[in-house]
C-alpha cells in the first residue's frame, strides 16, 4: 500500500494533506524518515509514525454531513484557539473535513476518515459538483454575469466555465446561485472580487446529490448508506 493512502486509510489525514507531510519530513516508516511520495508500507509488518506519533491502520469508516456555521474553522486544531468544525461532531473516530469553507462561509460539509472517499470528492477529476448560494453587495452586469460564467482569472489562471443564475437583483444587495466543479481556496469570493463586487454571505448547499435538507445551522447526521455508496462510486 502506498505510504499516503495508508496514512489516509488511518484517518490521519487526506492523501493530499499525506504527500504534504511526507515531503515535509514528518513522517517515518521503520524509524526512517521518508520524502518519497511513493514509498509502500505492509500494514501488518511496518511502523509509521506521524510528527512522532504511532499511526495504525483504520479499518471502522464513518462519515458525517454538517452545516457548518459562519465562524467555525475547517481545519483538525486552530492556533488561535477558535472553534473547529471537530468540536461540532460527537465521536471518538479521528475525522478530518473533506474540503473547506472558510471561516466566514457556511453549509454543507462532509467529515471523514475515509481517505479514498476524501480523494474522489475533492479531487478535480471527478467534477463533483457544488452549489453555492451567494449574497453579493450591488448589482452585477450581464457582462459581469458572463465573465463569471465563461471564466475569470484567478491568480494567474482561468476559473472553469460555471452555472451563474441571479435568483434576487437588488439595488444593495444580490442573490446568486453559483454551480462550479472546481475548489480552489475562496474560489466563489474571489471571482466575485474580479468582477469588482464583494460577497456578503456565502452558503454551499448541494454537493453533487447530497443536499442540506432538515439540517439546521450547527447540525450534522450520519450520511445514509445510499449516500456513502453514492460518494464512494463516483468515477
Known sequence: MRLNKYLADSGVCSRRKADELIAAGAVTVNGQVTTEMGTKVDALQDSVT????????????????????????????????????LDIIQTDARLYPVGRLDFESSGLLILTNDGDMTHRVTHPSFELEKEYIASVRGTLSDADLDKLRNGVYIDGKKTSPATVEVLKKGEKTSIIKFIIHEGRNRQIRMMIRAVGSHVAALERVRLGKLKLTGLKSGEYRKLSPEEIDYLKGLN
Not at 464513518?62 to 456555521?69: Q, V, W
Not at 474553522?73 to 468544525?85: L, N
Request: some cysteine; proline content about 6%; overall charge negative.
Open 50 to 85: 506521524v510528527n512522532g506519533e504511532l499511526i495504525s491502520l483504520n479499518t471502522a469508516h464513518e462519515y458525517y454531513i454538517l452545516n457548518k456555521p459562519t465562524g467555525v474553522v475547517c481545519t483538525c486544531d486552530d492556533p488561535q484557539g477558535r472553534r473547529t468544525v
